[in-house]
C-alpha cells in the first residue's frame, strides 16, 4: 500500500511535541496505532516501523519523548547514553504525552477514532503496558516488543488494563529473562487478561531492529515478519 509521510510538531500543555506520520496515501478512514519509541530516540528504525504498519491500513503515530531534552538519537552502541536519557523520564509526563496523541488522533478525520492501538519497543513496549493501564477506554489493543517484564509485580497496574496485550519477547535477552516473561504471563492470565505471549528461539534484546547488533534472531528468519506475523494479525483483529 502506498503510504504519506510528514516530520510535524503538535502542541500539547507540556509544549511542543515533534512527531513522525504515516499514513495510507488513499483517501478514507483507517485504524491508528501509535509507535513508541526505544531509549535510543526517535531515529530511523522507529520512523521505519511506523512506516511499514502505515502500509498495512492503518494511520501511524511517533512521538519522540525525548523532545523536552532537545530530542536526541542516540546511536545503538551507546547504550549508557541511552539509559541515562531514559531514566529522565517522568512516567506522569509520558502518559500525558500519549494522552495527548490519543486526543490528536481521535480528532482526525482520517482516523477511526474508536480503533486506536499502541506498540512499543524496549523501553516503549513499558510504556505500552502502562498506557493500556491508564488509558482504559481509548486503547483497543496493544503490541509491546521486549518491554514490560518488570511491571510483572505490580498487579494493581496490570488489573487496569482492557485492552488485549500481545507480548513478543526474545528467548536469549540479555536483559529480560525468562522468568520475568512468565511472571508477566501468569499475572495477567491470574486477572482474567486477554494476553498472548511469544517468545521467539535465539534472539536476543532488539530482534526486531535490523540496525542492532544484538538482534540475534537465527537466519533464515532472523526477525519475526510484521505481514502476516502476530504483531499484525493482532491489530488486524483487534482494530480492523
Excluded at 2 to 31: K, M, N, V
Excluded at 93 to 104: D, F, L
Aim: net charge positive; hydrophobic share 40%.
Amino acid at each position: 500500500m502506498e503510504i504519506a509521510t510528514e516530520s510535524l510538531t503538535l502542541t500539547t500543555a507540556d509544549g511542543r511535541i515533534p512527531c513522525h506520520l504515516a499514513q495510507p496515501a488513499a483517501g478514507g478512514q483507517y485504524p491508528a496505532v501509535i509507535v513508541v519509541m526505544e531509549a535510543f530516540g526517535l531515529n530511523g528504525h522507529i520512523r521505519a516501523v511506523a512506516e511499514r504498519i502505515a502500509r498495512e491500513g492503518y494511520v501511524t503515530l511517533a512521538p519522540d519523548l525525548y523532545a523536552r531534552f532537545g530530542s536526541p538519537v542516540v546511536s545503538y552502541d551507546e547504550i549508557p547514553k541511552a539509559i541515562e536519557y531514559m531514566k529522565k523520564l517522568d512516567d506522569a509526563k509520558v502518559m500525558a504525552e500519549v494522552g495527548a496523541r490519543i486526543e490528536h488522533l481521535e480528532g482526525w478525520p482520517e482516523v477511526r477514532a474508536a480503533r486506536i492501538g499502541i506498540t512499543g519497543f524496549c523501553m516503549g513496549g513499558a510504556v505500552a503496558f502502562k498506557s493500556a493501564a491508564h488509558h482504559t477506554v481509548d486503547l483497543k489493543a496493544v503490541v509491546a516488543f521486549y518491554g514490560g517484564a518488570s511491571l510483572a509485580g505490580d498487579s494493581a497496574l496490570l488489573a487496569r488494563i482492557k485492552a488485549p496485550v500481545l507480548a513478543l519477547w526474545g528467548e536469549k535477552d540479555e536483559l529480560i529473562p525468562l522468568d520475568q516473561v512468565q511472571r508477566v504471563e501468569q499475572t495477567m492470565r491470574r486477572l482474567g487478561k486477554t494476553y498472548e505471549s511469544k517468545v521467539y528461539a535465539g534472539a536476543g534484546h532488539g530482534f526486531f531492529c535490523d540496525e542492532r547488533g544484538s538482534a540475534k534472531l537465527a537466519k533464515p528468519n532472523r526477525r519475526p515478519p510484521w505481514t502476516p506475523g502476530p504483531a499484525d494479525r493482532w491489530f488486524s483483529k483487534y482494530l480492523k
